[in-house]
């Protein structure tokens, strides 16, 4: 590999922090633009002009193998591969001298080529070709494929017209990455003293997250431990394994899980689930999208707007056409098509589109089935359960949907019907439950059934911009239960029992006001119970937002009302100002709030960041109140740090009457086969670096992680099923060591430990200065290659070379044409040693004729 643009990015980044000479900046431009030329001759042949390169006469330098792109020697490379833009997957791919970047015609038929759709002559040639080395740049007019070792990448470019349609963001199974054998613990510790009048208590807290991966399969464990006051106490929430589907676009579980929310209430069990998951859908085609159908008479270019905003654009034959591949844009209003002919004309037409959770695209479906014991710890005894949903998207108006839940002494059957329309979309589901063996103590005697109705609303009124988010409502007759409140009013369960609700409202509506004039919102919910007597419970809030140049503004009301009848009403008035504008510039903010029975509160704050990336987080604040009985003050500070290893943070705070000291460390650690690791971040889905000797090596993924002593880093949400491009940065790595790639793509399952190798080269910097036998200088642009035939970089102005020397002394091969007059050699003795603050040795030696 012949690593030049790192090596280029890594002498600008030493001209930098040491000023090194001009002369050096100006041979690192050099040697990464020479490759930028060579790039662009993928584009088309290219001629350049020795005459920009001021050379001895008779020293013109032969530039043709630049011509037809960056020559590449001949192997075999894993490349991340990307067709038209698009990232393919990461293949082995061969490079031979002749026949360029080789293709096996299985692989061509993978990415899509319709060897129907070739001209006669290429699906000829095609047949003739080696079945293990097709050159596809010979094969197809106007394609191109451009290998950049530099980024471990392969640019390909074949005509559309050659093409089966893939969607642009599908990415194949087969290239999902399910990473290696690895366990990890994701924590969360924190430690707090309070002194209040004199009597001091001590809390110790810490959140577990742990897991083991052991190829497919995820297993995993969630708990806490606490301890307050010399008691300590560990909760075990759930333990399962969890593993892919792929086929069925699916996950299974067994363990201690929870049932999905899609149509009943989730309830925690211990048992086994399969259940589709959305994760694994193209983006396309997650979330609800019409599907948008129509004719063209002629070669036409379809534009999808949305708010007056073009969210989709195509060109399509005459005849029908189907655009079912738009991005779920939750509620932001009906779509516009317009369909342009070749000729100018004009056609437009409007497809309604509003969504609520239960829509789904037509022709898709989502699943779930679950079987297993009611967990709750609390209950002396619990039944067993099977449950099973299923949806399905009809129609651009309809999604069916349905589900039954059959337990000990237990049914309960739904069924629904959700619709996309011009007024709105809206959801509506009936839920039946039918229970017997229960705890006469509770009200209901023996036996109990009911219905339960559900109403969901959501719409955007484009001409005022009002939007409604969120508008349900959901009415339960009496003897309705829900499986988690049968298990508790169960004969025998231990009869803790609960309100059973009777009506819910709830609704979010937010509503712009302008450019400039900011936004109004209001939000609340209403509840009322079967058996706590005439009360409801009350919470809603009203508010204004804005935000300018200097600052922003918040306004809200909030009313609340509990089952008791007991009322509050809030006001809060809050205010952000950022003092400068560079990056990590304090923020000062303050806030009032007062309630109506006399209660109020004033704070000011003042909060901001410093170190690289923001790695050091500060705030402090002061704080008075006034009630009643008086007032009383308060103050207090806190402060973050995220290191490569952990993020650690400490508060302490002081008021009338009571002291507050707490420190707490969050992170996450891995041990897997080369080793134990240690990462700031959390996260389920993680990507595992090797990059060996590159110790110090920053993550960009990560907000801190770098690359550790035993050349491994690693960084948590990743995103799974989808391209995440993974980067290093070479910024803190030892000067004897280069990365050869800097940047790579993975696609992860969920839950996996996906390994990336980054290839390294180690070497003292060498900074040589050749000459000729006759003491003049060698050709800019002449190609240096080490004794095996590894083309190692360009000779520069000055007649200077910059390489990595492996060895304290070597031979090098010059050569700026194929014939013996156009080559010389040099060898190189390394110093024992260079001057303290010097980032290269400098080295001078003679060139000898190969003749």
Request: hydrophobic fraction near 35%.
């Amino acid at each position: 590999m012949n690593g030049r643009r790192p090596r280029a990015e890594l002498i600008r980044y030493w001209s930098g922090r040491r000023g090194s000479a001009v002369a050096l900046g100006t041979l690192a431009a050099l040697l990464a633009g020479l490759p930028s030329l060579a790039g662009w001759a993928n584009e088309q042949p290219l001629r350049f002009d020795t005459d920009f390169l001021r050379n001895a006469p008779g020293q013109d330098i032969d530039l043709s193998r630049f011509e037809q792109g960056n020559p590449v020697q001949p192997g075999r490379y894993t490349l991340d591969l990307y067709l038209n833009g698009n990232w393919m997957g990461r293949q082995r791919l061969e490079i031979d001298a002749d026949a360029g970047v080789c293709f096996s015609r299985e692989q061509l038929r993978e990415l899509g080529l319709a060897e129907e759709r070739l001209p006669a002559a290429s699906r000829a040639a095609l047949e003739a070709a080696e079945p293990g080395c097709v050159d596809i740049q010979r094969l197809l007019p106007d394609s191109r494929a451009t290998p950049d070792l530099a980024d471990m990448r392969l640019q390909l470019s074949i005509p559309q017209a050659y093409l089966r349609r893939v969607r642009a963001d599908q990415v194949d199974p087969a290239d999902w990455d399910s990473g290696v054998t690895a366990a990890f613990v994701d924590y969360n510790a924190n430690a707090y003293r309070n002194e209040v009048n004199g009597r001091s208590s001590e809390q110790y807290y810490a959140g577990l997250n742990s897991g083991l991966n052991l190829g497919d399969w995820r297993l995993r464990h969630n708990g806490s431990y606490s301890r307050v006051d010399g008691r300590s106490d560990y909760n075990s929430v759930s333990s399962y394994v969890q593993r892919d589907m792929a086929g069925l676009k699916s996950q299974l579980t067994l363990g201690e899980y929870y049932t999905p929310a899609d149509l009943f209430d989730s309830v925690p069990f211990t048992g086994v689930q399969l259940a589709s998951d959305e994760r694994m859908l193209p983006d396309s085609q997650r979330g609800f999208a019409p599907v948008i159908r129509g004719v063209a008479e002629s070669n036409a270019r379809v534009t999808v707007r949305q708010g007056g905003n073009i969210l989709y654009e195509t060109t399509v034959a005459p005849g029908p056409f189907v655009i079912d591949d738009l991005y779920g844009t939750g509620y932001a209003g009906d779509l516009e098509v317009t369909v342009s002919e070749a000729d100018g004309r004009e056609r437009r037409f409007t497809v309604p589109f509003a969504s609520v959770a239960q829509l789904l695209r037509p022709g898709v479906s989502r699943y779930s089935v679950s079987a297993g014991k009611y967990r709750d710890e609390r209950l002396d005894s619990t039944p067993n359960f099977v449950q099973g949903t299923y949806q399905r998207g009809l129609s651009n108006l309809w999604t069916g949907y349905t589900g039954s839940l059959v337990a000990d002494n237990y049914l309960a059957l739904q069924g629904g019907l959700a619709l996309s329309t011009s007024l709105g979309a809206f959801a509506f589901d009936v839920t039946r439950s039918r229970a017997s063996g229960l705890d006469p103590s509770h009200g209901l005697g023996g036996s109990a059934s009911g219905e339960s109705y559900r109403l969901s609303y959501s719409k955007l009124v484009e001409t005022t911009g009002t939007n409604f988010m969120v508008a349900a409502y959901r009415f339960s007759s009496e003897g309705y239960l829900g499986l988690g409140e049968f298990a508790e009013l169960s004969e025998g369960s231990g009869g803790l029992g609960r309100f059973r609700q009777r009506n819910r409202f709830q609704a979010n509506i937010s509503q712009p006001l302008g450019e400039g004039w900011g936004n109004f919102y209001l939000s609340g919910s209403a509840q009322n119970y079967w058996n706590a007597g005439a009360g409801s419970d009350v919470s809603y809030q009203a508010g204004y937002t804005n935000g300018w140049r200097w600052g922003s503004l918040n306004l809200s009301a909030s009313r609340t009302r509990s089952l008791s009848g007991e009322s509050q009403n809030q006001y809060l008035l809050s205010l952000s100002l950022p003092l400068g504008y560079t990056p990590g510039a304090p923020f000062l903010s303050s806030s009032y709030s007062r309630t109506d029975n006399g209660t109020s509160d004033a704070q000011l704050g003042l909060s901001g960041a410093l170190g690289e990336a923001g790695s050091f987080n500060y705030g402090v604040y002061a704080s008075r109140s006034r009630n009643e009985g008086g007032s009383s003050a308060s103050s207090g500070a806190n402060a973050q740090y995220r290191s490569a290893a952990a993020t650690l943070s400490a508060s302490a705070s002081d008021g009338d009457g009571y002291r507050q000291l707490g420190v707490g460390a969050s992170g996450s650690l891995m041990v897997h086969g080369g080793g134990v690791n240690f990462s700031p971040d959390q996260g389920e889905t993680k990507v595992l670096v090797e990059a060996s000797g590159a110790a110090g090596a920053r993550l960009l993924n990560s907000y801190g992680a770098r690359v550790a002593g035993n050349g491994y880093a690693f960084a948590s949400g990743l995103m799974p099923y989808r391209r995440n491009q993974v980067a290093l940065d070479p910024r803190g790595l030892a000067e004897d060591v280069e990365l050869e790639a800097t940047e790579q793509t993975v696609v992860p399952t969920f839950g996996a430990v996906a390994l990336l190798r980054y290839p390294t080269r180690s070497g003292q910097p060498l900074l040589l200065t050749l000459r000729d036998a006759a003491g003049g200088k060698l050709p800019v642009g002449a190609e240096v290659l080490d004794v095996a035939g590894t083309s190692l970089t360009l000779v520069g102005q000055g007649s200077r070379v910059f390489l990595r020397a492996d060895q304290a002394q070597g031979e090098l091969l010059v050569r700026w044409g194929a014939s013996a007059d156009r080559q010389c050699r040099a060898s190189y003795q390394l110093p024992e040693g260079k001057p303290e603050g010097q980032p290269f040795f400098l080295v001078e030696s003679l060139c000898r004729s190969s003749t």
